[in-house]
Every structure is written in C-alpha cells, then in structure tokens.
C-alpha cells in the first residue's frame, strides 16, 4: 500500500475537473466512509477509480484535517476487502492547513 505521498495541485485539478463519474467519488470527510467503502468495492468490481476525501458533492475543495489516526482508518476499512489489493492513499493540500485525500483502485477484480 502506498500511503500518504503527495498528490500535486495540477494532479487534483485534473481529477475535479473530470468531476464524479464512473471512476470519480467526492467525500466531503472520512466520516462519510462506509459509503466510500462501498463506492471502492465499486471501483475495484469495474475500472478503478479515486475516491476524494475533503471535497463537496459540486467539486469544491475543502479539505479536512488528516492525522496519522485518519489514514490508519481508511487503511482498516480498506483491510476488510477480499481478494487483497493495490491502494493508493495521496494527500494534497487544501486551504487554512487542511488536506483532500485521494483513494485510489485498479479495478478488475473478481
């Protein structure tokens, strides 16, 4: 798993700018997680695709807080999928200090 690298501001422009879609779901924090759990159980069964923490459903960025605590429990909600997979957990920075988090699958699992 790769957690907690950097995705660049031109890497979360592109990915708002597509907007929710096929491959694209927005959070507005990790408290909407059982229904992010279940749009990656999605993307995993098809295509792929990122989840983003921290931003409204009309694609604004507002971020929230992210400590370690935060991404050890997307990182213990993800655990419970079988088959094992590749997750991509990246952190971009948003206004007064605070973070969106992309969560991203490969899909074609079965």
């Not at 999605?42 to 295509?47: D, E, K, Q, S």
């Not at 991404?71 to 079988?82: D, M």
């Amino acid at each position: 798993m790769n957690r907690g690298t950097t995705l660049n501001a031109q890497e979360l422009s592109t990915l708002l700018a597509q907007g929710e879609g096929e491959s694209i779901e927005f959070k507005r924090s990790t408290g909407e997680m059982k229904e992010a759990m279940q749009t990656l159980c999605a993307f995993l069964n098809g295509a792929g695709g990122t989840v983003l923490f921290g931003v409204r459903p009309d694609g604004t960025t507002e971020g929230q807080d992210v400590t370690d605590k935060t991404l050890r429990e997307i990182a213990q909600a993800t655990e419970r999928f079988e088959p094992a997979f590749h997750l991509s957990i990246r952190r971009a920075k948003a206004e007064a200090g605070r973070e969106v988090i992309a969560v991203a699958v490969e899909g074609g699992l079965d």
